[in-house]
């Protein structure tokens, strides 16, 4: 069975940074490609960043670039979200996700299969 699992989420302030993480088990973690997405309160899913292992081809959303890093650790199944310069508006619950590849219609309508997601706060 594919899990994922998040952690790293919490409460910063404006202009912190946090690194989130993504443990996946259950699959063959270089066949597949990762993402990460969040729902801030009342909002809509929205895409953050796709990676594909095997080519590695990144995908970033438009408010996603310059401030956020996606990265892999290979050897422990483990996605990295890398957030910096974090904002208020960046409140939201993050999810990691998995699925057979990732281009820039995958990052806006979804994944295949998903976490249950890490709570990040960022207070002014």
């Known amino acids: 069975e594919v899990q994922l699992v998040e952690s790293g989420g919490g409460l910063v302030q404006a202009g912190g940074s946090l690194r989130l993480s993504c443990a996946a088990s259950?699959?063959?973690?270089?066949?597949?490609?990762f993402g990460w997405f969040r729902q801030a309160p009342g909002k809509g899913r929205e895409g953050i960043v796709c990676?594909?292992?095997?080519?590695?081809?990144?995908y970033y959303s438009d408010s996603a670039k310059g401030r956020f890093t996606i990265s892999t650790d290979n050897a422990e199944n483990t996605v990295f979200l890398q957030m910096d310069s974090l904002k208020p508006e960046d409140t939201a619950n993050y999810f990691c996700?998995?699925?057979?590849?990732?281009?820039?219609?995958?990052?806006?309508?979804?994944?295949?299969?998903w976490g249950k997601g890490t709570l990040v706060t960022v207070s002014s």
């Open positions: 259950g699959l063959n973690f270089d066949d597949f490609a």
């Open positions: 996700a998995v699925d057979v590849f990732c281009n820039d219609a995958i990052l806006k309508y979804g994944m295949d299969r």
């Open positions: 990676t594909t292992i095997s080519n590695g081809k990144t």
